[in-house]
């Protein structure tokens, strides 16, 4: 996601797993003198899960053994550590449970897969470390493979920099009961030195980023991680809610691509080893399988798909590991899921299976572009935002846009399997959408659609009030109406607000609602509904919806 300044286009828009595992070395009697008394907290950054499967989910935590055992810092004993999964939050009915080691070379974080369990049940779970008990995090599993759900329901959110303001909207998805996961479409955290990216025209920092520079070595990752988990909101969400988790670009560098990001620079040495070390602290830090597992150092494949029952499958997409440089205006050439994926996802995107297909997308595939408009609309908007493109370019190359050969033999193969009931779900432009999907934008409506896409809106990074100080519901009026004429697709469009997103399916209809939450500076802000819009099955086309959905 493109942050530079002026005005940037980018920026607005298991079972007992470990049960036999070495004891640890540290004694009890010298972790009973290191982390006794109320200097520090052991359980400092939370508990976490994650990647919900029918019978396994990953649990996660991380430890502080002694006062000097930070993140990042390299230091500290190999401790013990024991994990425990429940039916009840008294832990009277404890139906797995394990012991595991962790260590400095891991940054003392636990993450375990714990198998053997029920399908569609709600557990409870904690960790200890010797006297220690961490908070109780709250978890689900998925629907049995073959069964038929009355529903799904997830929060979706992404674009959270802590930066720019409060998580408010993490902690009105922790007071819902109502969700079965939260699906976090990329930019976590972001890696930016304080004063480099903020709140609002001057980049002023609500709160500021540690460590207090730009984040490049492995002990910079596991430390900004550390950071964003240690804030009560987003720690509420992860102990209320499983992850489904995927990274854009922030999670390493500001506009990444396999071989650099806009925001790496000679100086910063090697982009690989940047990169690996961005990947690693994820890996250690975020309740994820990668490669397929919850161990650490097995591969970096993040891409993977999640089932709920013969309701839908999740397939959650990396694009930003395998694509080719941000370049042609085209993208007639280049790639932005790499080879590999792009053939896994068609793979996925097929008849039969579960009625479904949801697609974690981390950047916008409905195309945009201002081909039919005069020069004396785009011009106007221009002198104030210098956000449009003229002569018909897409205005951003960062995602589908500039990758339309990829995107091109993504719907084709969508058309050539007469598939119905695809959805994209995107975040990454810090603005709301809801978009269908045509062959062919030029005779949009006349043509069909490959499916419709639904993007929520950035937690806390900033949008287009935000990037030109003006009053909302202004300026952006202007924007958003120029865009939806230029791209009769575009049924929907905020370029104003911040908040978070709900999704719930059902085999009649899938359908997203928006929250936007007050002023992000206002730790206590609140949320209001914004708009709902919906897709019914077999229509590949939305409408929208009268009022959000209620209840569980």
Known sequence: MTTSHPLPRRTVLAGSVGAGLAAATATPSALADSVTGDRWKVFAHGVASGDPLPRA???????????????????????????????????????????????????HTVKVDATRLAPDTEYFYRF???????????????????????????GIVSCANLQAGWFSAYRHLAARDDLHAIVHLGDYLYEYAPGGYGSGQDNVDVRRHVPAREIVSLADYRQRHAQYKSDPDLRALHARHPFIVTWDDHESANDAWRGGAENHQPGEGSWAARRARAHR????????????????????????????GMLAELSMLDLRTYRDQQTSPTGSKGTITGRAQ??????????????????????M?????????PHDLVDPVNDVTGL????????????????????????????DQGLRDVVFLTGDIHSGWACELPYDASTHPLGDSAGVELVCTSVTS???????????????????????????????????????????????????????????????????????????????????????????
């Open 57 to 107: 989910v990953v649990l996660w935590t991380r430890v502080t053994p002694t006062r000097h055992a930070t993140p990042g810092s390299g230091r500290g004993p190999r401790v013990s550590v024991v994990w425990q999964v429940a039916t009840d939050r008294r832990f009277r009915t404890i139906v797995r449970q394990g012991r595991v080691t962790t260590r400095p070379g891991r940054d």
């Open 342 to 363: 792009l053939d896994w996802l068609k793979a996925r995107l097929r008849r039969g299976g579960p009625q479904w297909k949801l697609v974690g997308n981390p950047v």
């Open 388 to 415: 449009l493109p003229r002569d018909g370019a897409p205005y951003n190359v960062d995602q589908w846009d500039g990758y339309t050969a990829d995107r091109r033999e993504l719907f084709e193969h969508i058309r």
């Open 281 to 308: 602290a994820y890996d250690e830090w975020m309740p994820v399988r990668m490669s397929g597992s919850a161990a650490l150092g097995d591969g970096t494949r993040l891409f993977r798909s999640l089932r709920f």
């Open 365 to 373: 595939i409905a195309p945009v572009t201002f081909a039919q408009l």
């Open 462 to 552: 900033n949008n287009l009030k935000d990037i030109t100080g003006t009053p909302p519901r202004t300026t952006s009026l202007a924007v958003e109406g120029i865009i939806k004429t230029a791209n009769r697709h575009v049924k929907y469009l905020n370029f104003d607000d911040h908040g978070y997103s709900v999704l719930d399916v059902t085999p009649e209809r899938a359908q997203m609602d928006w929250y936007v939450i007050g002023s992000r500076t206002d730790k206590a802000t609140g949320t209001r509904w914004a708009t709902s819009w919906l897709t019914r099955s077999g229509t590949n086309t939305l409408t929208q919806a009268a009022g959000p959905v209620r209840g569980a």
């Open 128 to 154: 200890r470390m010797g006297t220690h008990t961490s908070p109780v995090g709250r978890t689900r599993t998925a629907p049995a493979r073959r069964s038929m759900p009355d529903n799904l329901r997830l």
